[in-house]
């Protein structure tokens, strides 16, 4: 028995328990993971409250960890007991101290980089990598819009697009969150309660607006994300922390001739090939300094319900990581 996050009824972060289950050994293909950190995203919220639907009844949440190597299937080669490994994605269940994992789904973490950056990078890294490099490739001369810039993957996306060569546009909630995006890489930082960031896109942009939007946020942004775009602009929306946008006629996005896109890390790295690209280039990041990883605070796994009940009240910025 091991000690888990177990949901048992839709709700607020009061209904993740704290409980003992049983995980059994590894079969073919897959590993037996011990897990020394565990990402904390915002879709995981998203299950909480059926926003997305959990395959199975009674679950446990979580979608990123690393931890190291402790039973591997029959016949199973290139893994071995004692291998630093990270996953992200499917399957859910890493709300836990140990997991059994498809091996085919987990990457191996180099030995510069700590366990409790891992587990916090390679979901949002690898969204940020997605979105920057396939949904929208970013290029030196480009502008582009970053709402939630001091959260975990807008941290990411402000520092990449930076470093390609782009105009970084970030909004964030707070002065604080601002200068935590002016060090991430924002050329310009707009704080949404003080200022109208429609407005202030188009003053930035001399009216031209942006090539693309990457907007985590949803129903509070959607329709101004839309305005700031340029001619033939690319609208990515990866997110909805403050509701599903409304629903947007084909006419809104005809006036520009705009691409919308709602892509998911699943289908950007669904070969395994695609997996260990994507998740390669983020760790090179990393370590090339490229990125720098914030991973500003940390819980014990038990305590994940006050980690959910902050992260929705936007008391925290950057990563969040629970430690079992």
């Not at 289950?21 to 020394?36: A, D, L, T």
């Not at 002016?182 to 009216?207: L, M, P, Q, W, Y």
Request: proline share 6%.
């Amino acid at each position: 028995m091991v000690k888990a996050i177990r949901v048992h009824e839709l709700g607020g972060p009061e209904v993740l328990k704290w409980e003992d289950v049983e995980i059994g050994e590894p079969k073919e293909g897959e590993v037996r993971v011990k897990n020394k950190a565990i990402g904390l995203n915002f879709i995981d919220v998203y299950f909480r409250k059926g926003v997305y639907k959990a395959a199975t009844f009674p679950y446990t949440p979580g979608g990123e960890a690393c931890g190291v190597v402790t039973a591997v299937g029959p016949g199973l080669t290139g893994r071995q007991v004692g291998d630093l490994v990270a996953y992200a994605g499917q399957p859910m269940g890493s709300y836990a101290e140990e997991q059994i994992l498809p091996a085919d789904r987990v990457v191996p973490v180099p030995p510069s980089i700590d366990p409790t950056v891992a587990a916090s990078l390679l979901s949002k890294g690898m969204t940020a990598q997605f979105l920057l490099r396939s949904c929208f490739k970013v290029e030196p001369g480009h502008a582009v819009l970053v709402h939630a810039a001091a959260g975990g993957v807008g941290s990411l996306l402000c520092q990449w697009a930076n470093a390609l060569g782009a105009t970084v546009i970030g909004t964030v909630s707070t002065k604080e969150k601002a200068a935590q995006a002016e060090e991430d890489g924002c050329h310009h930082v707009i704080i949404n309660k003080e200022e109208d960031f429609v407005a202030r896109v188009k003053e930035i942009t001399s009216d031209n607006g942006v090539e693309v939007v990457y907007d985590s946020v949803g129903k509070d942004t959607f329709e101004g994300s839309l305005a700031c775009l340029k001619t033939r602009g690319y609208m990515v929306s990866f997110g909805q922390s403050s509701g599903a946008p409304d629903p947007v006629p084909l006419s809104d996005i005809a006036v520009k001739s705009l691409f919308l896109t709602r892509p998911s890390l699943f289908n950007y790295a669904a070969t395994r090939d695609e997996l260990l690209g994507m998740a390669g280039e983020v760790f090179g990041n990393v370590q090339s300094g490229v990125l720098r990883v914030r991973v500003n605070h940390t819980y014990p796994l038990s305590q994940a319900a006050q980690a959910h009940e902050d992260l929705e009240n936007r008391k925290t910025s950057g990563s969040v990581v629970l430690i079992p």
